[in-house]
């Protein structure tokens, strides 16, 4: 995602930099490469050049005519300008209320059931909720039965009633069920159009006053573009929600709802979903990404995901196998797990520094490691847990049943090697040039 206006960015950021003497004209045309890098991204017009006047406004209040570094101010003032334009800092959920009731709104394939199901799934594991779903989107087909389906994949029960064409006594009734089973969280999936009409408003709205929720949110497909923001506002009149979800982020999107719909509707935006997963969702913080829209990476996101999977037992498990040399291809098949469950891997990539740059052009998919993991389930237990002993004879049949080369499985034996040898260094704290 922001791949485009990432390297938009960047370029009109190089006028500055390439310029021996820095002139009102330089920033002037600075600004002007900035305005299309956002209009293209599909940002609003007046938001993008309501954003260029105020970053003129800054960068010749701070002097950048003057300055040293004019090309690393002006960054530094576009960065905390794009953080301000998407809301400056993150919104929490009000889960206040026994039970708290939270409505989705939106338009019909915009991912609110899917995005129901994350949150539920959020709140529950990280928050220690006990939450309950509400089947109220009646009219599409099997759209009851794939709540379901999602309820079972995260173990949260959902709330149906099966031939009742009523929304606002599905809801009161959930509601009341919630009460009565020690639900403290229920989250009410509401039925969406492929277009706004009075019919989906009017019931939205009738659910509302029925319930009282605590908080409402508006969900909205990233790849809709600027029409998302339309939508929002026409929502938004109707209903006053309290923040936006965007889902899809994930995609070939250009980004510009992001940095829209923010100013448009002065509605925090709350989560972002990142993928098809029920873990793949993440709270929304202006700051980091802003970071990674101007490629400077989001190492905090990425730590926090780190410790997320982090096993402290396990960890303690793979610190004395190593001070024993004796790491082998299962500890190494379970790192790769823990790698996998931090999420897409150009997503992961690109919160590091200058690593989601490097690999722009580099298809980086989830079966990156697939190859790896056939090797190594080709192997017997037996030679999982003694490397050493994989002979010419037992890489030739591994090869065989993975479907690789043996080409391939040399390979992978060398990088295990290689990786082993340097895990046992580090353990014993033997890195060259490194003091005890």
């Known amino acids: 995602m922001f791949e485009n206006l990432s390297d938009r960015l960047e370029r009109s950021f190089k006028i500055l930099k390439g310029q021996g003497t820095i002139t009102e004209i330089n920033v002037a045309e600075t600004l002007k490469e900035i305005r299309k890098a956002l209009i293209e991204a599909d940002v609003n017009y007046k938001v993008a050049k309501t954003f260029t006047d105020d970053v003129k406004k800054k960068a010749l209040g701070q002097n950048v005519l003057t300055s040293l570094q004019p090309g690393q101010l002006m960054v530094k003032i576009v960065h905390d300008e794009l953080a301000q334009l998407m809301g400056g800092s993150s919104v929490d959920i009000n889960l206040k209320g026994s039970p708290a009731v939270i409505l989705m709104s939106g338009l019909q394939g915009s991912g609110k059931t899917t995005f129901s199901g994350k949150l539920a799934n959020l709140l529950k594991s990280k928050r220690g909720k006990n939450p309950l779903l509400v089947a109220c989107d009646i009219y599409r087909p099997a759209a009851i039965e794939q709540l379901k389906v999602i309820g079972g994949q995260i173990n949260v029960p959902v709330y149906a009633e099966e031939g009742n064409m009523n929304a606002v006594q599905i809801a009161q009734h959930a509601v009341k ?5 020690n639900h403290d969280l229920v989250i009410i ?14 019931e939205i709205a009738n659910i509302k006053a029925a319930i009282q929720p605590q908080e409402i949110l508006f969900v909205v497909d990233s790849m809709t573009g600027q029409d998302a923001v339309n939508t929002a506002k026409e929502f938004n009149e109707r209903l006053n929600f309290d923040g936006v979800i965007l889902t899809k982020l994930d995609g070939d999107t250009r980004g510009g709802a992001a940095l829209s719909i923010r100013s448009v509707v002065t509605k925090p935006i709350k989560f972002v979903g990142t993928g098809e997963k029920m873990d793949a969702l993440d709270t929304f913080y202006p700051e980091r990404m802003a970071d990674r829209i101007l490629g400077m990476g989001d190492i905090v996101s990425f730590v926090e995901r780190a410790q997320e999977m982090y096993d402290e037992e396990e960890s ?4 004395k196998k190593l001070a024993k040399n004796q790491f082998d291809f299962n500890d190494f098949l379970s790192q790769l797990q823990q790698i996998k469950k931090m999420g897409n891997l150009k997503d992961i990539a690109s919160m590091i520094p200058g690593v989601g740059k490097a690999l722009k052009d580099v298809e980086l998919d989830d079966n990156v490691f697939k190859s790896t993991e056939s090797i190594i389930y080709s192997m017997t237990p037996y030679e999982r847990e003694r490397p050493d002993s994989l002979n010419g004879s037992r890489r030739q049949r591994i090869a065989r049943g993975s479907g690789t080369s043996i080409q391939e499985v040399n390979r992978l034996l060398k990088q295990f090697d290689d990786m082993r040898k340097m895990m046992k260094m580090v353990s014993q704290n033997k890195m060259p040039g490194r003091k005890k």
């Open 189 to 202: 999936d509401t039925a969406g159009r492929l277009a706004i009409d009075e019919q989906m408003m009017n």
């Open 316 to 319: 303690r498990r793979l610190s």
């Open 177 to 181: 069920f919630a009460k009565q089973n």
